[in-house]
């Protein structure tokens, strides 16, 4: 190892070490690292396996289940379990599974890569197993748009890699188009599908390689399902293990994949439902039998689930952790709340858009479907937080009861007004914005 | 009586939630009494009719406003009378780029724009121009609030008439915005009708004044709100701190 490399290593694990000490995790070291030695990356002694995970939602999630599987099953794994997906937080993880050599002491290196990254990380070391699960309308004041991200990440993929993408989203699976050994994962015929696209915006209106209308059997989701390109022929490729059936019977919840392998689930989401398929399929392809795998995933809580349950007062509620300046994530909520028969209300808060960078954009409140709350009884709404206007006009505009709708500038005032529901209060924000409900309400065993 | 809003490509070129705008210019055209029509129209249709009472474009792919310049070049001549004749019309985000002389694009093309303006962009695909912006009108000293997520920066700000007061993020403009007649072309994207509520009094007026109709005044005390908490939030922001 070079002198220069060294150094960096050295560091890194140094203030890494010292980060530690005082109870703090980040990405600082890699920082350290890089600048001492920029392609320290290059000098690592890696493992012959691994896998990484990029795109818009559900990375931390899926690398979370590929780790407990790949540890359940015997290996050991190093992976940014802390998140850090951005190349000073790869570097930092990664030095620090290393010894002073610079070899990764593990058998299999495993990666969540934020997508705008992936480009930088991966000029120095290419991942065995790049799994791509979507690509959304997401952070778009940083991401620009989903077919930039698009560009950005096809800098990322390098011919020695093979790729586990997503079938049913257009977008990641064209990055299979005319490429050998690819492997694809995707859902058949689900009972909760639709024969329309029920968003505010159709991402899968236009084929991405032609431009030209497509067509779809099904969806899934917003642009997720089945489709076809009138034109050109493109369509959702064949499918090397698929998400079969969805079950959710008196308190019992499981999902099959393969029409095989039953896993059973903390609940059937099928945002969820599609992290456990690309968990399943990455582990499957590096050689865990199928059976394994999907014993390894039934009955696993994932720690960074993304539901609390809580009581307000008299209140019953629960938290659905969605993403701020992400539509789909939102209307997956909404999907929740409409899906409840139970008499409910709702409350959205939207504060401070990102907890990491300053934005008063709030345009992707009218990529949200908040229309869809018309289709069920809805007992009270309350918009709360910085942007309580913004919100109070979408929903004016969205066409809901004004009569139900409460606006409040803080989630203090709004939660004074709402601890003496006799409705199941559901409350959506953002991981910028959760705190300031759940320090004031009272936190209870999810059930 | 009733008013057409033509929305041009709104399948193609609704990328950050656009559609907001043409939702706010119809309930606040259904306030003054009209009833509104709205017609959508596709880079596939073989015709536009620019027989409207205003005309809306939003923010696209840089693929997507690509094709769409080159459909609606092919019916540059209507467009253009359609503007003479004072048809209120708000293109924003990088729709507003078309307007002008034309586009250099990542790879080098230069894109013949439609020429109402003299400014002309240039583009690259490395990275994006993402930020928050305060835009002041030059002439009227109007604030416009709003954020930029583009692909390229004017090479030539020739007939631009905001200046960039205070800029948060990576968006390296001074210039911006376009208007001629009813038309305003601007970067922000979005529904910026929802949080610059002048703009929209602008349009609604200038419909009901070509219409024939007296204007009402009324008072939107959500939008004009969401102006000022932005505006005073971004003056007060440090620029360079909270950088994406």
């Given at each position: 190892m070079k002198i220069r490399a060294f150094t960096a290593l050295v560091v890194c694990k140094a203030v890494r070490g010292l980060a530690k000490l005082f109870g703090r995790g980040s990405s600082l070291p890699g920082k350290y690292a890089l600048k001492i030695c920029p392609d320290i990356l290059a000098h690592l002694e890696l493992p012959e396996l691994s896998i990484a995970v990029t795109g818009s939602n559900g990375k931390t999630s899926s690398v979370e289940m590929i780790a407990h599987v790949l540890q359940n099953n015997g290996y050991k794994v190093a992976y940014n379990k802390e998140g850090s997906n951005q190349i000073e937080g790869v570097v930092t993880f990664l030095l620090g599974a290393s010894n002073m050599k610079g070899k990764v002491l593990s058998d299999i290196v495993l990666l969540e890569a934020d997508e705008r990254y992936a480009r930088h990380t991966f000029k120095y070391f290419h991942p065995k197993y790049l799994v791509i699960n979507n690509l959304y309308r997401d952070q778009m004041t940083r991401n620009g748009h989903p077919e930039w991200i698009k560009s950005i990440i096809g800098q990322a993929i390098y011919d020695d890699m093979t790729l586990i993408l997503n079938a049913d989203d257009p977008l990641v699976a064209s990055f299979g188009k005319d490429r050998e050994g690819t492997i694809y994962f995707g859902a058949r015929i689900?009972?909760?599908?639709?024969?329309?696209n029920e968003g505010v915006y159709d991402d899968g209106k236009y084929c991405p390689i032609c431009k030209k209308p497509m067509k779809y059997e099904y969806y899934h989701y917003n642009h997720i399902g089945k489709f076809k390109c009138l034109h050109c022929g493109f369509s959702r490729p064949k499918i090397d293990h698929a998400l079969t059936e969805t079950k959710d019977e008196n308190g019992k919840a499981s999902i099959t994949i393969d029409d095989k392998y039953e896993i059973s689930v903390f609940f059937t989401g099928i945002y969820h439902c599609y992290n456990i398929l690309a968990a399943f399929t990455a582990a499957t392809a590096i050689g865990i039998e199928p059976e394994k795998v999907a014993s390894s995933l039934s009955g696993y809580v994932l720690k960074s689930g993304r539901i609390s349950d809580f009581t307000l007062g008299k209140t019953q509620g629960r938290l659905l952790l969605s993403k701020h300046e992400n539509s789909v994530s939102y209307d997956r909520s909404i999907d929740v709340v409409v899906g409840d028969s139970r008499k409910k209300s709702v409350m959205i808060i939207v504060d401070a858009i990102s907890r990491k960078y300053y934005t008063s954009d709030s345009s992707w409140l009218w990529d949200i479907n908040f229309e869809k709350l018309k289709e069920t009884e809805i007992d009270k709404i309350f918009l709360v937080g910085q942007y309580c206007d913004d919100l109070a006009v979408r929903f004016d505009l969205a066409g809901i009861d004004q009569d139900k709708v409460q606006v409040y500038e803080t989630v203090q005032e709004a939660a004074d007004n709402c601890n003496n529901l006799d409705s199941y209060l559901y409350v959506i924000t953002c991981f910028s914005d959760k705190e300031k409900i759940l320090s004031i309400v009272t936190r209870r065993e999810l059930t | 009586m009733t008013v057409k809003i033509l929305y041009l490509y709104a399948d193609f070129m609704n990328?950050?939630?656009?559609?907001g705008n043409v939702r706010i210019m119809q309930r606040r055209l259904e306030d003054q009494g009209f009833n509104v029509v709205i017609e959508n129209s596709t880079v596939y249709d073989d015709d536009i009719d620019f027989d409207a009472d205003f005309v809306y474009m939003g923010s696209g792919y840089e693929s997507n406003r690509n094709l769409a310049l080159a459909h609606l070049s092919r019916f540059k001549g209507s467009l253009l009378r359609a503007v003479v004749n004072g048809v209120p019309m708000l293109f924003t985000g990088n729709s507003y780029d078309l307007l002008g002389k034309g586009i250099t694009t990542a790879d080098g093309t230069f894109l013949e724009g439609l020429g109402i303006f003299n400014y002309s962009f240039k583009e690259q695909l490395e990275k994006r121009y993402t930020g928050d912006v305060v835009l002041e009108e030059v002439a009227t000293k109007d604030r416009f609030v709003g954020f930029v997520n583009r692909a390229g920066i004017p090479d030539s700000t020739e007939d631009m008439c905001c200046d960039a007061i205070k800029v948060i993020g990576n968006v390296p403009i001074t210039k911006d915005a376009a208007r001629v007649h009813n038309l305003l072309g601007i970067s922000l994207i979005g529904p910026v009708l929802l949080k610059n509520p002048n703009l929209a009094e602008f349009f609604v007026s200038a419909i009901c004044n070509r219409k024939g109709i007296e204007y009402k005044e009324i008072f939107y005390p959500r939008s004009t709100r969401s102006h000022e908490k932005t505006l005073k939030a971004l003056l007060e922001t440090d620029a360079g701190k909270k950088a994406r």
């Open positions: 689900l009972p909760g599908d639709k024969l329309r | 990328l950050y939630g656009d559609n």
